[in-house]
């Protein structure tokens, strides 16, 4: 008898049983690789994980509905608004979570502090959690209950202190500052359409409304108001490294759709706005903050337009898309803007692609195909 012919035929079953577990058998469900500092782009239907660096999809993850995306606070996490609540997707992973924080009409996610704070518009209720639990599960974190559900938003600043807004369904009339013990301690009502926040430089939170903004500092509420009796300021980005903050600016109250072409600075040491005129419309989502503070506007004519905030006026401007227009429907996709780092990412839903680009020399890094129209886009890690 031949001994070596069942070692050869062990050895053969041997590498077979090892080619099948490299290439699994259809039907099978295979892990996916850990994604390298994720990006995450939502389309009509689902989601997209990019690698951040050659933003390739790294997985397609179908969830039915409109639903919107921001960083979670940590290195791992997005938040995903469904129609249900707050989804935790794991990224790096990849995988969208069971774990929720439920409420109606989830809206703002705000990120400050070491703490994210989430506001459920349909109930009011803001949730305080520290984005670290997230690996172990859904931490349980602090409720509080506002007053009435309203479109809504909430930040925790580093000494406890929680500033929320005030509003019904049908008016939003102004922000409450708390204390750690959840006392009143400062309050304006002096603020209609109240909408977004952002955080300056010392902890300076602005918050917009019609008419103007109101600053909180030094727990001091202050209003600062817009050149034109309209003058609605509703989104805005702040960076750490700048006194000033960066807002849209409307000023046509009766407009279906206003497609502004002037943003707004606003100091918060000096308590001063100025408008600058950018020569490009903008939308809501075309604001970000670069990495030396630098204030940066997506226009509809393709360009990032980067701003000097302290000087209040456009230094440069960074080509990167052809022109487009902004859908009356604001659930509708178009370009929209993150930073994270020195770099800046772009949507291109005409083209069904994703532009990384660096900030400060306006080289574009990278450009990937979509396999379907992109809306929103955010990362981990900002």
Known sequence: MNRKLPLLLAAALLASACAAQTAAAPGTVSTPAPVDDPLVATYDGGLYVLDGETLAVAADIPLPGFNRVNPAGDDRHVMVSTSTGFRVLDAVKPELRADEFKGAKPGHVVRHAGKTVLFSDGTGQVTVFDPAGLAGGLPRGEVYQAAAPHHGVAIQLENGELVVTLGTEEKRSGIIVLDRGRKEIARSESCPGVHGEATARDEAVVIGCEGGVLIYKDGK??????????????????????????GDYKKDRDAELERPEQVSLIDTESGRMRLVDIGTSYTFRSLARGPH?????????????????????VVRTVPVLGEWREPLDWQQPRPALFVRGHVAYVTDPAGRRVHAVDVESGKRLRTAPLPGVPNEISGVGH
């Open 221 to 246: 509420i202050t209003k600062v108001a817009s050149p034109d009796e309209y003058g609605r300021v509703g989104n805005q980005a702040g960076s750490d490294g700048s006194p000033v903050v960066l």
């Open 293 to 313: 503070g630098e204030a940066l506007v997506l226009g509809t004519d393709g360009a990032i337009h980067v701003l000097d905030p302290e000087k209040a006026k």
